[in-house]
DNA sequence: AAATCATATCGTAATATTGCAATATAATAA
DNA sequence: TTATTATATTGCAATATTACGATATGATTT
C-alpha cells in the first residue's frame, strides 16, 4: 500500500482551531504518569531543583529533564535559574486554561440533563 | 549502543500510583485536537451517530472511529448501539476525574501563594 | 436473498514518544 | 585552575500513535 501523498503518523493540527490544538498540547503534556507525579510533587513541595525529583522518581536524570522540558514548554510549569541549579514550580497560567474548559464543560453538562445512550 | 534488558519507548506504569496512572490515560485521550473537536461536538449536540462526526471533521472515517474508540476507552465518551447505528454521548463518570483531580490543583495553589521562581 | 448503509477492524506507512548512556555545558567549590 | 555538582543535549533503540485504504461485520431496506 502507498500512501505517497500523505504524511502518515503527523497530526493534522491544521485543521483545528488555535484553541482545540493548545487545549490538546496541555492534555498531551498531562498525558504520562511520570509528569502527572512530576506536578503533584511540586504541589507538594511548591519547589524545587531538578535532582529532587530524579530522587524521588524511578527513572535516570535525563529523562526526568525531558519530561520537566515537556511540561515547561506547554506552560504547565516555569524554571528559573538559581546558582548552578533550576528552581521549577508548577505555571498557574496553563492550568488556568485547562481548568476553564473543564468549567464550560462542566456547565453545559448540568444544563442539559437529558439522559442520552 | 544496546539496550538488551530496558523496553525502550514503553511507559513504566509499574512504578507509578493507580491513579497517577488512571489520570494519564484520561489525559493523554485529551491530548488531541480530533478528540477535543469530537468532545466539544458532542457537546454540542448532544448526542450522534459516527457518520455525523465524520462529515464534520476532515478525517476519514476509520480515523474517527479509531479516535472515538480512545475515547471510549478512556472513559470519555458512551456508545450504544441503535439500529444499524451507534449513538455516542459524553460519558460523564471520566470528566467527574479530572475535574477534580484539577479542583484539587486548584485549591491547593490558592493556598500557597508564595511566589517561587 | 441481495443490495445498502453504518461502523469496526486489519494492515501498513510514517512520525512521535519514551527511556537511558554518553557527553556537553555551566556554575560553584577546592 | 582543576575538580565537583547540577542540568541539558545528543544519539539511538524500542514502542506508540496517527492516518487511511481495503475489507469485514451487522443491521436495514428492497
Redesign the pocket.
Known amino acids: 500500500?502507498?500512501?505517497?501523498n500523505?504524511?502518515?503518523?503527523?497530526?493534522?493540527t491544521e485543521h483545528f482551531t488555535d484553541e482545540q490544538n493548545q487545549l490538546a498540547v496541555l492534555a498531551?503534556a498531562l498525558?504520562?504518569p511520570?509528569?502527572i507525579a512530576i506536578l503533584e510533587y511540586l504541589l507538594k513541595v511548591n519547589t524545587c531543583?531538578?535532582?529532587?525529583i530524579?530522587s524521588e522518581l524511578?527513572?535516570?536524570?535525563?529523562?526526568?529533564?525531558?519530561?520537566?522540558?515537556?511540561l515547561k514548554n506547554a506552560g504547565l510549569i516555569k524554571?528559573s535559574?538559581e546558582?548552578?541549579?533550576?528552581c521549577y514550580c508548577i505555571n498557574e497560567v496553563g492550568f488556568e486554561k485547562i481548568k476553564s474548559f473543564f468549567q464550560e464543560i462542566t456547565n453545559h453538562l448540568e444544563k442539559k440533563k437529558t439522559q442520552c445512550c
Not at 500500500?1 to 505517497?4: E, F, I, P
Open positions: 500500500m502507498q500512501y505517497n500523505i504524511a502518515m503518523g503527523i497530526t493534522k498531551k498525558g504520562h511520570a509528569r531543583i531538578c535532582g529532587d530524579v524511578p527513572l535516570a536524570q535525563p529523562t526526568v529533564s525531558q519530561h520537566l522540558k515537556e524554571g535559574i546558582g548552578n541549579s533550576i
